[in-house]
T-cell receptor, first 116, second 112 residues
Framework: VTLLEQNPRWRLVPRGQAVNLRCILKNSQYPWMSWYQQDLQKQLQWLFTLRSPGDKEVKSLPGADYLATRVTDTELRLQVANMSQGRTLYCTC?????????????FGHGTKLSVL | QQQVRQSPQSLTVWEGETAILNCSYEDSTFNYFPWYQQFPGEGPALLISIRSVSDKKEDGRFTIFFNKREKKLSLHITDSQPGDSATYFCAASDTNAYKVIFGKGTHLHVLP
């Protein structure tokens, strides 16, 4: 059984448009949920870790702007905006159990975003 | 600034050989070092991990050797199998922070 559900696997993003991604956790015993960005060279970069429903954070990185929201105990969302033209990246969510947020990470399959 | 470095970038071994993947880090506050395995089209999966109080961790064919003084660690995969062909990420974190710092990965090819 997959712990984390991310759909779709691939999204084409028209230039200038934002895209909204969802990550659904199948087991609420994993309180810490995070978003990671992975580029075509496979470099994984931590973006956010959110614990409680209602938590929100924003971040701007070279090539994209991000807004993450912990909607419920089992749903994490990510809005990606202002992606650079021609850019491709993967957004992958993770979950971790227990009291430590950055250990024993379980990752979803990820969503590939490609800007037209 | 790349805080976690991995080498080599790519490694090819024959089936049955031992693959050695290297990793080094800079931040002395890091105290937890997981290795993740990633197959194409999948998310990374935790393979094995070690804490800085230990110098060795073994799990089946996978062993981590850790040198705190030199800030280096290595993953040894004995009796390598073609099914081990994947990208392996070394990562580091400390328990007081959310983020996990990943290396750029080593792409392992195991030839039958």
């Amino acid at each position: 059984v997959t712990l984390l559900e991310q759909n779709p696997r691939w999204r084409l993003v028209p230039r200038g448009q934002a895209v909204n991604l969802r990550c659904i956790l199948k087991n609420s015993q994993y309180p810490w949920m995070s978003w990671y960005q992975q580029d075509l060279q496979k470099q994984l970069q931590w973006l956010f870790t959110l614990r409680s429903p209602g938590d929100k954070e924003v971040k701007s990185l070279p090539g994209a702007d991000y807004l993450a929201t912990r909607v419920t105990d089992t749903e994490l969302r990510l809005q990606v905006a202002n992606m650079s033209q021609g850019r491709t990246l993967y957004c992958t969510c993770s979950a971790s159990p227990g009291t430590v947020s950055n250990e024993r990470l379980f990752f979803g399959h990820g969503t590939k975003l490609s800007v037209l | 600034q790349q805080q976690v470095r991995q080498s080599p970038q790519s490694l090819t071994v024959w089936e049955g050989e031992t693959a050695i993947l290297n990793c080094s880090y800079e931040d002395s506050t890091f105290n937890y070092f997981p290795w993740y395995q990633q197959f194409p089209g999948e998310g990374p999966a935790l393979l094995i991990s070690i804490r800085s109080v230990s110098d060795k961790k073994e799990d089946g064919r996978f062993t981590i050797f850790f040198n705190k003084r030199e800030k280096k660690l290595s993953l040894h995969i004995t009796d390598s199998q073609p099914g081990d062909s994947a990208t392996y990420f070394c990562a580091a974190s400390d328990t007081n922070a959310y983020k996990v710092i990943f290396g750029k990965g080593t792409h392992l090819h195991v030839l039958p």
